[in-house]
């Protein structure tokens, strides 16, 4: 029996899911909201099979948002990303001058020389879902 879950694992952890670009957060594009407390621990996500036919669709993750005064699970889900164009997921961070505080950038989508450009025209739209679109949330133990 304790052959049994290497190989379990082996396959299971073997498969591939094509995920979107990431990179991150232009420095002089990047907002911050002041937040009271960090987020809960990371919620486990099953991935939802991609459709066959879509092979333009890649995953991306969930991640808590801060929504008015609380950390709410957005899950993650199957996109078209448009060419050109690359994720930054959300941060969570402490300021690093000053009294303690910390920190929330949304997530956000960029083109990928948002670094040469300013306001609006360095910001993709985000990406249409696509079917199947999302994840199914794992209960915590």
């Known amino acids: 029996m304790r052959h049994v879950f290497p ?4 396959l299971a952890c073997s498969t591939t899911t094509e995920l979107v670009p990431v990179g ?9 909201i ?17 459709h066959p036919k879509r092979p333009e669709c890649a995953w991306v993750d969930g991640y808590p948002a801060w ?8 899950p993650g889900q199957w996109v078209r990303a448009a060419e050109g164009c690359y994720y930054a997921p959300a941060v969570v961070a402490w300021s690093k001058a000053g009294e303690p505080r910390l920190y929330y950038s949304a ?20 990406p249409p879902a696509c079917e199947p679109s999302g994840a199914v949330l794992v209960p915590s133990p």
Do not use: K, N
Not at 39 to 50: K, L, S
Not at 67 to 74: D, L
């Open 7 to 10: 190989c379990v694992c082996a």
């Open 24 to 32: 991150t957060h232009p420095p002089h594009l990047q907002e911050f």
């Open 34 to 50: 002041a937040v009271e407390y960090p987020p809960p621990p990371a919620q486990i996500e099953e991935i939802t099979p991609r």
């Open 67 to 74: 929504v008015g005064r609380r950390w709410v699970f957005q």
């Open 107 to 126: 997530p956000r989508w960029y083109r990928e020389d948002a670094l040469s450009m300013s306001g609006p025209a360095a910001f993709c739209p985000s």
